[in-house]
C-alpha cells in the first residue's frame, strides 16, 4: 500500500520535452510535449539514491517498489494534493457574471443511458458546448458528491506553462556555436512558486536535493507519511464496485498486445462502457542513464488517458492493489542486471470508484 507522499519542489525550471517517441535529432519538436515526469522518473531516483548511499532495504526495493503519479499540491496543503477530474465532470470555458460581474465555470456533467454517454442538458434544454481542457480536483472531494465541489471552484486549471529555452555552446574565442551539437532548444516548465508535484510511493527518499528528469534539473524533494486514518488512506483502500475514474494513465493487456481494459472487464462478451479521450504515449528509460553509457528506452506503448470512466456490468469487489499482476504488462530487461518490472509498480490504471448518473 502507498505509505508516503513524496513532494518535489522544481528550483527554477523543469524539463517538459521527454517527448513520447520524438527521435533524438528531432528534440526541439514540441509535439512530443509531455509534463509532468512520470511515475518511472522518481521510481528510477529512489532506486539509485537507495543502491548508490547503501540504504536499508536497497537489495529488495526493486520488487516492493511502487510509485504512482504525477500530481500536484499547494506547498502547505501536501494532502489535499490535486488529481484529473473524472471524463464524467466537463469544464466549459470561463465567463462573467454580468449581475455580479464575477468569473465562473460552467460544467457539463454526462450520464449513462441505453443510448450510451449523453450529455446533460441546460434550463433551456439544450445540451452545453464544452471544451475538454485538462483540469485538477483535490482529492478531499473524490465522492458522490463530486459535481458539487465542481461548482464550489474546488477544481482548478494546470498550475504550470512551458518556455522555450535555449542552450547554446559557444565556440572559446568568437561569438559563434559550435559546429556539431552547438544549438538545443529546450521546452522548460515553470510550476507555480506556490505548488509543487507530489507522487504516491511505498517508500520514503532521504530529504534534500537531487537531479531530476530530463536535462538534470535541480529539485528539492520531501517525503510525507500518509496517515492510516486519513481521507486520502481510506480513499485508496475503498473497494471499486461498478464504475470507476483513472487517476493515472493505464496500459493493460500482455509484454505484446495493449489493450482498452483488461479481458475480465468483459460480461458475457459484452465490453464495459467506457468515456475517454485519444490515447497518450507511454514510454520510460530502462536501467542507468549517464552522460557515457545511456540507458535504453522501453518499448513505446499508448495508455488509456488519466479520467477515463469505466462503467462494467458486474461489482469488481477490489481496489487497485487487487487488479491482479496478469492484468498488466512487464517490461523486458533490455539492459545487463535490469531485473522485468511490471508496470504496475508504475502506478499504471490507479483509479478510485465514482458515482456515475445512470449506474445502480
Known amino acids: 500500500m502507498f505509505d ?38 522518481l521510481s528510477g531516483l529512489i532506486l539509485r539514491t537507495y543502491q548508490e548511499h547503501s540504504l536499508d532495504g536497497a537489495e529488495r526495493i526493486k520488487k516492493e517498489l511502487t510509485v504512482a503519479g504525477a500530481f500536484w499540491a499547494k506547498d502547505d496543503d501536501l494532502e489535499s ?6 471524463r464524467s465532470l466537463v469544464f466549459g470555458e470561463r465567463t462573467i457574471d454580468q449581475k455580479s460581474r464575477q468569473k465562473k ?12 454517454w449523453t450529455p446533460c442538458k441546460d ?20 465522492d458522490s458528491s463530486l459535481s458539487n465541489t465542481l461548482k464550489n471552484g474546488l477544481a482548478t486549471e494546470t498550475p504550470w506553462r512551458f518556455n522555450p529555452f535555449l542552450h547554446p555552446q559557444l565556440q572559446e574565442n568568437q561569438r559563434h556555436v559550435l559546429e556539431k551539437d552547438g ?6 516548465v515553470q510550476m507555480s512558486e506556490d505548488t509543487c508535484l507530489v507522487y504516491l510511493s511505498t517508500h520514503k527518499i532521504p530529504d534534500g536535493w537531487y537531479r531530476f528528469g530530463g536535462e538534470s534539473h535541480l ?18 483502500n475503498t473497494k471499486i464496485s461498478k464504475s470507476f475514474a483513472l487517476i493515472c494513465p493505464a496500459v493493460w493487456g500482455t509484454n505484446n498486445l495493449s489493450t482498452r481494459y483488461p479481458p475480465e472487464f ?3 462478451g459484452k465490453c464495459p462502457q467506457m468515456l475517454t479521450d485519444r490515447p497518450v504515449p507511454f514510454r520510460y528509460r530502462l536501467g542507468k542513464g549517464d552522460r557515457k553509457n545511456s540507458s535504453v528506452l522501453s518499448v513505446g506503448r499508448y495508455a488509456v488517458p488519466a479520467g477515463t470512466v ?4 458486474h461489482d469488481l469487489n477490489k481496489t487497485w492493489w487487487d487488479f491482479p499482476n496478469e492484468w498488466f504488462p512487464q517490461s523486458k530487461g533490455q539492459v545487463e542486471s535490469s531485473q522485468n518490472t511490471l508496470l504496475k509498480q508504475f502506478g499504471c490504471g490507479l483509479c478510485l470508484p465514482i458515482t456515475i448518473n445512470g449506474v445502480d
Not at 508516503?4 to 524539463?15: D, E, S, W
Not at 517527448?19 to 509535439?31: I, M
Not at 494534493?81 to 473524472?86: D, E, L, N, R
Not at 469505466?310 to 456490468?313: A, I, P, Q
Open 4 to 41: 508516503y507522499l513524496i513532494a518535489v519542489k522544481p528550483l527554477g525550471f523543469l524539463y517538459g520535452s521527454a517527448g513520447a517517441f520524438l527521435s533524438a535529432e528531432n528534440l526541439v519538436g514540441k509535439s512530443g510535449t509531455k509534463f509532468p515526469p512520470d511515475a518511472s522518473v
Open 81 to 86: 494534493f490535486y488529481v484529473p477530474i473524472p
Open 105 to 116: 465555470d460552467d460544467y457539463n456533467q454526462w450520464t449513462l443511458t441505453s443510448k450510451g
Open 123 to 142: 434550463e433551456n434544454n439544450q445540451e452545453k458546448e464544452v471544451s475538454s481542457d485538462y483540469k485538477w480536483q483535490k482529492i478531499d472531494y473524490w
Open 183 to 188: 544549438l538545443f532548444l529546450e521546452n522548460a
Open 219 to 236: 529539485v528539492e524533494i520531501r517525503s510525507e507519511k500518509i496517515d492510516h486514518q486519513s481521507k486520502i488512506y481510506r480513499l485508496l
Open 266 to 268: 468483459k460480461t458475457n
Open 310 to 313: 469505466y462503467v462494467l456490468k
